[in-house]
């Protein structure tokens, strides 16, 4: 007898594997505004609480990408009752629209970039920047362990991202010159 997975379990597996997606959504849609990490967080608390309205096999990225987008636009509104902006509530809806459409192919092509580039590494800078970024090792840590100053191993991060960044620049451009 093959076991089911679990419907919870396969539900919370892809709440954490969208993170990412959803924080890039939320800051492209406030950027710069310090209610970003509430609004993910109101956004896992709401698809949490309708878990059970999602269909496991369906597109998890836009069910949660509608969520978010209404606590996105409850944030707008606020702001706007408190006179902090005037944006007109239309024009907030075509942005999202728009972002909702670019954010997904976006967000995809650059990640598959990032780890083809990720591969191209040296294996010694790639196991540095996967400690430091994945791991969170902090400098002071990561910089004991490897044997070598703080400041002389801040040097190299920043040369080993400039690198990622080039390389994931060029096979977006590539990407998005062939579609």
Not at 72 to 89: F, I, L, N, S
Not at 130 to 144: N, Q
Not at 148 to 168: D, F, G, M, N, W
Request: some cysteine; hydrophobic content about 40%; overall charge positive.
């Amino acid at each position: 007898m093959v076991a089911r997975p679990d419907p919870e379990e396969t539900f919370v597996q892809l709440v954490v594997s969208h993170q990412a997606a959803l924080r890039a959504f939320v800051l492209s849609l406030l950027p710069g505004s310090p209610e970003v990490d509430d609004v993910i967080q109101e956004t896992n608390a709401e698809i949490w609480k309708k878990r059970g309205d999602f269909r496991i096999g369906t597109n998890f990225k836009s069910w949660m990408f509608s969520v978010a987008k209404f606590k996105v636009m409850a944030t707008w509104r606020d702001r706007q009752r408190r006179k902090e902006w005037a944006v007109p509530e239309e024009t907030l809806v075509k942005l999202v629209e728009r972002i909702e459409d670019h954010e997904g192919m976006a967000l995809e092509t650059r990640q598959v970039a990032l780890r083809i580039c990720l591969e191209q590494l040296r294996p010694v800078d790639r196991g540095l920047i996967l400690r430091r970024y994945v791991e969170e090792y902090g400098l002071a840590k990561l910089a004991g362990e490897v044997g070598r100053s703080a400041e002389s191993l801040k040097v190299s991060l920043h040369r080993i991202r400039t690198l990622l960044r080039t390389c994931v620049g060029r096979r977006v451009k590539a990407e998005e010159a062939t579609s």
